[in-house]
């Protein structure tokens, strides 16, 4: 049976600058990455929602410790990366891109993007993309299973996506992550709006999520290793984007 109803999304602050998501369609319900269970029970209260899917798009604890006392409390059963089966706790149902996933008659995409972790996955639905910590507003996540190589080729994966998709992340980290960028590409007037911008919004307590791809590939160096400003304020014009990305990656694990 195909949807029909929209789909609609709730979120989810959680621990320090954690992001849940509820995401509603019909009577199915489901919550991506619950690093714990209160908030999620009392956004769940709040909405009247039944919990019926719980979504981890890699295994650390910040995005699945919430997973085995929903999963108790509600019956829900958990998806996640099938990869790392093992390290995914209450694991029901393993996907990988080839296998997809279904939510209330939707085709879910599962896109592969390991480095963070090696098995972390993205999931596509509807056009909203929630990227876990792989792909940050205005950032990426830290290389902690994979390299350089690997990590660029998950973004160059997320980034195939309409520039339309919406991009749910993991963290609120996005005004550090803005003053980093500034120190790159200075001169990019995108950037420099947007930087404006989320100051703005935090300044009202307010999520900067969900961006857009389209705004990350204008604004995210991470993203942006092309970019003519960036190689040259990393004095890497000639270098490969995979050298110049690895380099973003490293001056911001210090930054």
């Known amino acids: 049976m195909p949807p029909t109803s929209n789909i609609e999304i709730e979120i989810i602050p959680c621990l320090s600058d954690n992001y849940a998501y509820l995401v509603k369609s019909g009577n199915a319900c489901a919550v991506v990455d619950p690093s714990e269970p209160g908030p999620v029970r009392a956004a769940l209260a709040r909405r009247g929602w ?34 790392d089966a093992a390290r995914i706790p209450g694991l029901d149902i393993g996907v990988d891109e080839a296998s997809g996933w279904e939510f209330d008659g939707r085709k879910v995409q599962v896109l592969e993007v390991p480095a963070h972790t090696r098995g972390a996955i993205t999931f596509v639905i509807d056009g909203n993309a929630f990227t876990g910590d792989t792909l940050f507003a205005l950032g990426c996540g830290r290389l902690f299973e994979g390299g350089p190589a690997m990590m660029w080729s998950s973004l160059s994966k997320l980034m195939t996506l309409p520039d339309q998709t919406k991009v749910w992340c993991g963290h609120e980290y996005t005004e550090s992550n803005g003053r980093f960028a500034l120190t790159l590409e200075p001169g990019n007037a995108a950037l420099q709006t947007r930087v404006q911008e ?56 210090t930054f």
């Open 198 to 253: 989320v100051k703005a919004m935090r300044a009202r307590l307010e999520p900067t999520v969900p961006s857009t791809m389209g705004l990350e590939k204008a604004t995210n160096p991470f993203l942006r290793p092309d970019s003519a400003e960036i190689r040259k304020s990393l004095g890497m014009e000639s270098a490969s984007d995979v050298a110049v990305f690895g380099e973003i990656r490293s001056r911001k694990d």
């Open 50 to 83: 039944k919990l019926t899917h719980i979504l981890n798009t890699h295994h650390h604890l910040d995005h699945t410790g919430g997973n085995l006392a929903l999963k108790e409390e509600t019956g829900a059963q958990v998806v996640g990366p099938g990869k």
